[in-house]
């Protein structure tokens, strides 16, 4: 609490939390295995608990400063979001999985359309009754449409819109 410039018994102190370091990580290193997994270069990540003769000591941090996470707030497609939370195909094409999987994840940490605009994923606005919306390429006919409010991915869907 000291560190966050907080006194030991201030006003300000009762808004910090501790934090496992082990809990912090898990979710930017799941992520990291996703990405690895899908490019083929590594099969797992395993977190491992320090030794137990080591005192496990927590991280403090402060809600005053903490930093915006951007993520995916909202799904038009059951399908496509359970592929996301869950990892099941049942919804989507099996042979989209692969691509599907680079594009949630780079889509859940993007800020903005301009974050996916990977090369070969054709990235673009759409027209009509979508006009605040984006889409790039999966296969085929097939495309990942989304929007974005206050810089968070909304209406995820997964269609055949041609």
């Known amino acids: 609490m000291q560190l966050q ?3 030991p018994g201030g006003v300000q102190a009762r808004h910090c939390n501790r934090h496992d370091y082990l809990q912090e990580m898990r979710a930017p290193l799941e992520a990291l295995r996703l990405l690895l997994t899908v490019a083929g270069t590594v099969t797992t990540i395993k977190l ?3 030794a137990q003769t080591v005192e496990r000591r927590p991280l403090v941090s402060c809600r005053a400063q903490r930093y915006a ?3 995916i707030r909202s799904f038009r ?3 496509i ?6 990892g099941k195909t049942q919804g989507i094409q099996a042979r989209h999985a692969v ?3 680079l594009q949630l994840v780079r889509l859940d940490n993007a800020s903005g359309p301009q974050d996916m605009g990977a090369p070969g994923w054709r990235l673009h606005p ?12 999966v296969d085929g006919h097939w495309r990942l449409t989304f929007s974005f409010e206050h810089g968070d991915a909304v209406l995820v869907d997964y269609q055949d819109y041609h």
């Open 48 to 50: 491992k608990p320090r």
């Open 99 to 101: 691509r599907l999987r």
């Open 77 to 79: 497609h059951k399908g």
């Open 5 to 7: 410039s907080h006194g």
């Open 126 to 137: 759409l027209k009509g009754k979508l006009t605040d919306h984006w889409a790039v390429w």
């Open 81 to 86: 979001e359970a592929f996301f939370r869950a």
């Open 69 to 71: 996470i951007h993520m």
